[in-house]
Antibody
Framework: VQLVESGGGLVQPGKSLKLSCSAS????????MHWIRQAPGKGLDWVAY???????VYADAVKGRFTISRDNSKNTLYLQLNSLKSEDTAIYYC???????WGQGVMVTVSS | DVVLTQTPPTLSATIGQSVSISCRSS???????????LNWLLQRPGQLPQLLIY???RLESGVPNRFSGSGSGTDFTLKIRGVEAEDLGVYYC?????????FGAGTKLELK
């Protein structure tokens, strides 16, 4: 099992970014997937989840600003981040449904 | 939203000592399907989170059996029987019974 995130970077407040998580080594379409973040020096913060049937849930802090999606034909999970705030600065991880496998994470920095 | 309260926030232990970490939920984590979706993870310094225990008490493959989980409803416990140096880091409980899913704030296990 391998999960590889990409798309992070430095972005100004109010701007947008799209993260990707490329999955391999398992039947991606059969598993729910999470996005989880960790601000520098802080604890884990759950962001969003998409089930194998594309049911979606979001943390209150990102609802209406972030969008999780998946493309099973590409074995890829996405997170569209809009209206970014400084408090969204964190390492963003994708993780398989039972939190048994994690990607290495991608840094998102929101700063002017 | 479900609040998970972990205690203690910091735990000092000697090698070989047995320790326990508590995770209390603001509401029952028993899902209507009969499962209780409470996991325990360990994040060693500079490393990715690692799943230790899922569904309250099931040991993840490859995890040493000195780790055990117990509990039901709103009260859960992770026990480490005989701490080893590799066990140092931050332990998190996480629930996925009720959306939005949530993490505890973490318990840092350090050497006394």
């Amino acid at each position: 099992v391998q999960l590889v995130e990409s798309g992070g970077g430095l972005v100004q407040p109010g701007k947008s970014l799209k993260l990707s998580c490329s999955a391999s080594g398992f039947t991606f379409s059969s598993f729910g997937m999470h996005w989880i973040r960790q601000a520098p020096g802080k604890g884990l913060d759950w962001v969003a989840y998409i089930s194998s049937s594309s049911d979606i849930v979001y943390a209150d802090a990102v609802k209406g600003r972030f969008t999780i999606s998946r493309d099973n034909s590409k074995n890829t999970l996405y997170l569209q981040l809009n209206s970014l705030k400084s408090e969204d600065t964190a390492i963003y991880y994708c993780a398989r449904g039972a939190t048994d496998y994690w990607g290495q994470g991608v840094m998102v920095t929101v700063s002017s | 939203d479900v609040v998970l309260t972990q205690t203690p926030p910091t735990l000092s232990a000697t090698i070989g000592q047995s320790v326990s970490i508590s995770c209390r939920s603001s509401q029952s984590l028993l899902h209507r399907n009969g499962n209780t979706y409470l996991n325990w993870l360990l994040q060693r310094p500079g490393q990715l989170p690692q799943l230790l225990i899922y569904l309250v008490s099931r040991l993840e493959s490859g995890v040493p059996n000195r780790f055990s989980g117990s509990g039901s409803g709103t009260d859960f416990t992770l026990k480490i029987r005989g701490v080893e140096a590799e066990d140092l880091g931050v332990y998190y409980c996480v629930q996925s019974t009720h959306a939005p899913y949530t993490f505890g704030a973490g318990t840092k296990l350090e050497l006394k």
